[in-house]
Every structure is written in C-alpha cells, then in structure tokens.
C-alpha cells in the first residue's frame, strides 16, 4: 500500500494566500438545527493562526495559515473584529484551520481573553485533531461556562484509506478522545468525507454510510459530511492517476438521505463548496435548495426530478 509522504504533499503544494495575523480570514453567519430542533444562527470565525503540524493527504486548510504562531492577542483580536462585523448569533464556530488545543495554534495565555468575548454565546465549537483531546479541553472548557463542542475530523472508517490519507490516527484514536470528552460533558460533532481518494463513487457512498453508523455509535452528536474536492495540489496528481474523483451530488444527496432516516443524531451536509459541482442549471439550484432545507428541517424531501443526464451522474 502506497503511503504518500509528508514531503510528496508539501512537493505538490501552491502558494499560500496572503493573511493577516490580526485579521480571520472569514466569517460568516448561517442557520443551523441545533440539538433542542430549534434553528438559530451560528457565527463561524476562520482564525487565521499558524499552520496544522499535520499534512493530511486531502487538506486544503494550509492555504489561510501563517508559517509562525501568532502573537499574543491576535486571536482575541480577531474575535472583536468579526463580533463587530456580523449579526447576532447564539452559538459560534472559532474553526481555526487547525487543531484548537494545539498550543502553537491558539496561545494558551490568550485563553482568557478569548473566553470573555464568547462566553455568551450558547455553544462554543472547536475543531481538534482527536489526538490533541486531553485536560486542555475540561480547562478551556471550565473557562468559558458555557457549552463546549469539539469537531474531531473522522474523515472515513475505512481503515486502510484513513491510513493513507495521513491523519496520522486510527479509529481507536477517535474512540477514545470521543468517550473522553463526552463522558466530560463535552460534545462532539464529526467531519466524515464523502468519496475520499482511493475510492470509487459506490464505495464513497457506502463508507460515509457506514462512517455515520460509526460516530453515531460512539456518541457523537452531529455529522457534517464533506464532499471532497481538489484543489491542494496532492489531489490533483491522485485525479490524473485515476486514484481520486470527486463525489457527485446525487452521492451527497443519498448520504444525507440515509444519515436522516437513521434518526439518530443531526446530520448534515457541507453546502460551502457546492459551487465547485457542475451543476444542470435547471435542476441544480433546486437540488440544493433541498439539501439546505434538509439540513435545516432534518426531514428527508421529494427528491428534485429533472431530465438532464447530470442529474443522473452527478
Ligand atoms: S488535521 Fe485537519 S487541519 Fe490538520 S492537516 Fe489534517 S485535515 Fe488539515
Ligand atoms: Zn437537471
């Protein structure tokens, strides 16, 4: 089995964008069902903040990152200026393209400020390697009195894919900082791909099928799943070896399909990208409108009919 190397991925890599430490490089407010079924709106933070040490095979998240850590009070910096910018919300994202508890990522002495600038949103989300999930999380999570969740990227449960997407975790990792936080009143929404390389449109299906059986097993709360895209470099070389394609939307459609008639936990679909899709002009506005609806109402909706071949195969 062909392991791509850190260095074969760095090899392939483009440029970085420009960002500024003192600035996200996003923000954004979206609705979002939350665990109560209520719809209520959550401010998403792209924290621009030093580069993950991790070099998984299909991330593009280096792009906005800075090569040093930042400086102390550039995070909370950050936070006043998108809170300044963006509407009211109850819960934030501060996703930092990277892991949250990673000390080089999110200095530990900014912890405090950064806490008193969310404390009064409903639920706090972080995203984190799920080897990175100690006491970090409880003391972060004692800081902010409020409601803590932490995004674990499962990616797949294919193991041998896992492996090869250089995660550099297995799923006894991702079992173990799930219990973890969980039994520490921490919870948890995972990030599953949808047809990572290595594998064909079916077996893309039916492993985030079986990935949202996985986490819902071990307690995780919410699934977002996410199409893989290229765009990285690395990902190109696999598409032109015939190693990786990306998913269609009628294989996202089906996902979200099966994930809902489980009735086991919220699931959703990543929309943020969907304009990378080739999509029919006439069907494929109405396909996500109806994934967006889906992922807001949690019900399963009339599949959108439509004559055109890519509605078909894609
Ligand atoms: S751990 Fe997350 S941020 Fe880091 S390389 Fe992997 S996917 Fe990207
Ligand atoms: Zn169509």
């Not at 998403?44 to 903040?49: A, D, I, M, Q, V």
């Not at 173990?176 to 893309?204: H, K, M, W």
């Not at 919410?222 to 294989?251: D, K, T, Y």
Request: with cysteine; proline share 6%.
């Amino acid at each position: 089995m062909e392991i791509i190397t850190d260095s074969e991925i760095l090899a392939t890599r483009p440029a970085k964008n420009v960002v500024d430490p003192w600035r996200p490089y996003a923000y954004l407010t979206e609705p979002e069902r939350t665990v109560a079924g209520q719809i209520e709106q959550v401010a998403t933070l792209f924290l621009t903040n030093r580069e993950c040490p991790f070099r998984c095979l299909m991330c593009d998240l280096w792009k906005n990152t800075l090569d040093e850590r930042v400086p102390l009070g550039a995070i909370p910096a950050q936070i006043d200026y998108a809170l300044a910018r963006m509407p009211a919300a109850q819960h934030i994202k501060l996703y930092n393209s990277a892991n949250f508890f990673d000390p080089q990522a999110i200095p530990r002495e900014d912890w405090p400020a950064i806490a008193g600038r969310v404390r009064d949103f409903r639920t706090i989300i972080v995203e984190n390697h799920p080897r990175l999930c100690g006491s970090d999380c409880l003391r972060f999570r004692d800081l902010i009195e409020t409601s803590l969740e932490v995004a674990l990227g499962l990616e797949t449960i294919h193991s041998e894919v896992l492996e090869r997407l250089n995660k550099r975790m297995t799923l006894h990792d991702f079992d173990s900082a799930v219990e973890f936080l969980t039994r520490n009143e921490i919870s948890v929404r995972t990030f599953l791909l949808l047809r990572p390389p290595y594998q064909t449109e079916s077996e893309g299906i039916e492993w985030a099928c079986r990935g949202i059986e996985y986490a819902f097993d071990r307690g995780v709360g919410c699934v977002s799943v996410i199409p893989v895209r290229g765009g990285n470099g690395i990902m190109e070389r696999l598409a032109q070896e015939g190693l990786f394609q990306p998913p269609s939307l009628s294989a996202l459609e089906t996902v979200l399909e099966f994930g809902l008639n489980q009735g086991r936990g919220r699931v959703f679909v990543d929309l943020w990208d969907l304009e990378k899709f080739d999509l029919c002009s006439k069907c494929g506005p109405l396909r996500r409108g109806r994934l967006q609806r889906m992922n807001l109402s949690q019900q399963i909706e009339p599949n959108v009919t439509c004559d055109c071949a890519i509605n078909r195969d894609n």
